[in-house]
Every structure is written in C-alpha cells, then in structure tokens.
C-alpha cells in the first residue's frame, strides 16, 4: 500500500438518514371504492389521535401544530388525519359529505388495526368531529373541541364570501399582529404554503368545490346528536374568540346533554384569548389527550412540567404559566 492514501484527518457525523420535512401524505383505497388521502405520524403503539384542521384544510395542515412535536412524541401521541373532499390532493367528489368522510375515517382506522381514538378538532373540524364520534361513539375514547364551529356560518354576523376566499386563500389564514402564533419560528410562512395548498394543489384553475360544500354542510347541518358519547369531552376557547365566540360552548352542550350520568365535560376558557387558542394550548390538548384531564402543563424559570389538577392554581399564583417554557422565553 502507498504512502499517505487515505483521509489525514477525519471527523464522522451522526446524521444517518434523511430528516422528516414534515407529515407524509399517503393514499389508499378503501372498502367504499374511495380513494383517501392521509397522514399517519407516531408510533404505532402511541395513543392513537384523529385530528381534524380548520375550514378548507388539507391533512398538511398538521405540520402547524408541530412546533411541538418533541412533547407530542414525549408524550406518546399518535397523529391519523384524513383530507376532506375537495381540498388539497383530494378530488371533489359531490356524493361525499359527512356520513361519507365519517365513514372513510373509521374504515381507515380498522386498515391500519386502530380500535378506539380520541378525537381533535379545531374551528371548522368541529362538525365533523361531531359526526365521526355519533356514528362510532364506543370507538371515541376522548373528544376535544379547540373553538370549534357549532352553528351555521353567516349566525351572529360570521360571515364567509367564498369568492374572496379562493381569490386570496393566504388572507384566510393571517393571524393579528399580536397573536401568539407570531413566537412560532415558521408558523406564519407555513401558514401560507398550507393556504395555497388547500386551494390550488389539483392546479390553478382547479374550482374551490371543497370548500365551498364546505361552507354549505355549516350551514345546512345542525350538530347530530351527541346523547350516547360517554367518553370525556374537552373545550378549549378564548374568551375573546371573534370568528367563534364562546357561546358556542352552550350548542355543544346541548348537543352532548351534559347532565347524562357517566360523562365528564371539562371546558379550558384562557382569559383574553381569541382565535389561536388551538394553537397556545395545544400542549394542553396533548397532554389532555393522554391523561385525560388529570395533569396540566406548567411552566417556570425555563422549566416545564406537568402537576395533578388540584396543584395547578397553587402554582399558578406563585409565578408559573401555562405550557411549554418557549411561550414564556
């Protein structure tokens, strides 16, 4: 062997593989002859979860509650998430409203061996979260509702003009100037991507149909309901919420009959907050999804940590804040 072939000095480097660029977008056939579009993040031995994003999301749209990803891992949570029909990679199909996509999801779930979940919404996933836990209610191992619709779109003034919406999908997404979303590294230029998205990911000259059935199942369909969920329901909203306010509380009450023995309700209502609770607390979200109400996420001196119920207020008067210490950094 020659002299000096082979590297004088090496340093080697822990990166192995590729990095996640986010949630995978995968497909599949189901038994209805449908072809879904949906993510699967997590173990499969995690807490299984089914999230439901806002009006005229796609199943990307999840990649904007990864800000907390290593507490959702940390925690052991499981993400499924199905696209609605006509939005992103999703094609329009005019026979598919609730009962449909209800039904789509839980075939999903039984393919990939998921028994029960709990299940997620946020604003415009509220109704259809609702459908999914009537038609499976002993599948629904928890339900939680972050200022999430329970009313017809145009009610109490909330109007939507689709025209506009679809002419500016980006504007449907911007958050005030002062919303907590703006401490997310990221969130608002991924917002964007996700709005454009929803929008335009079939080509430009696709129509919104999407979003405006959408709009029309809000509008056309009361809340089913809920009588026969026994599993615990949690609300998350702000008190300042504009786009949902938190009266909305009172129609999901009615619609689950909260004085049925056997049900716990627990509502979260964050003082001075408005629409981007799903978003400050959704540390809160996870740990509720795993222990149920039982523990709250806390925050002090650059440390976080989760107490029993009974401890929060206590700790809460001697300087600790909800959540991750990064909303406090």
């Known amino acids: 062997m020659k002299a000096g072939i082979g590297p004088r000095v090496r340093i080697d ?21 449908r072809r879904i579009h949906f993510i699967d993040e997590g173990p499969r031995t995690a807490v299984p979860l089914i999230f439901l994003g806002g009006a005229g999301t796609t199943v990307r749209a999840f990649r904007l509650m990864e800000f ?71 599948r629904v191992r928890s339900l939680h509702l972050a200022c999430a619709y329970a009313e017809s779109i145009g009610a109490k003034g909330i109007t939507f003009d689709l025209g506009d919406v679809a002419a500016d999908p980006v504007s449907w997404w911007m958050f005030p100037a002062g919303s907590a979303v703006h401490r997310i590294s990221g969130f608002v230029d991924s917002a964007v991507e996700e709005a454009v998205r929803a929008v335009f990911a079939r080509g430009r000259d696709t129509p919104p149909e999407g979003l405006r059935q959408a709009f029309e199942l809000y509008a056309e369909s009361p809340l089913p309901d809920l009588s026969r969920l026994e599993s615990p329901v949690f609300m998350y909203w702000g ?25 716990d309700i627990v509502e979260r209502i964050y003082s001075g907050e408005g629409h981007d609770v799903q978003y400050r607390h959704w540390d809160q979200i996870l740990t509720d999804v795993v222990h149920l109400g039982s523990m709250i996420l806390l925050s002090k001196d650059g440390k976080t940590f989760m107490v029993d119920a009974g401890s929060a207020a206590a700790l809460l008067a001697s300087g600790a804040r909800l959540g991750l210490a990064a909303w406090q950094d």
């Open 13 to 33: 480097v822990g990166q192995a593989g590729f990095d996640s660029l986010g949630p995978e977008v995968r497909s599949a056939e189901l038994v209805s002859g």
């Open 239 to 263: 008190s300042e919420d504009a786009l949902v306010p938190v009266e909305h509380i009172g129609r999901w009450r009615k619609a689950l009959h909260s004085g049925k023995a056997g049900r």
């Open 68 to 138: 907390a990803r290593s507490f959702r891992e940390e925690l052991g949570v499981r993400v499924i998430s199905v696209e609605r029909n006509g939005l992103g990679q999703t094609a329009f199909n005019p026979a598919v409203g609730f009962k449909e996509y209800t039904a789509d999801v839980w075939s999903l779930l039984d393919v990939l061996g998921i028994g029960s979940a709990s299940i997620v919404a946020i604003s415009g996933g509220g109704p259809y979260a609702a459908h999914l836990a009537v038609a499976c209610p002993e």
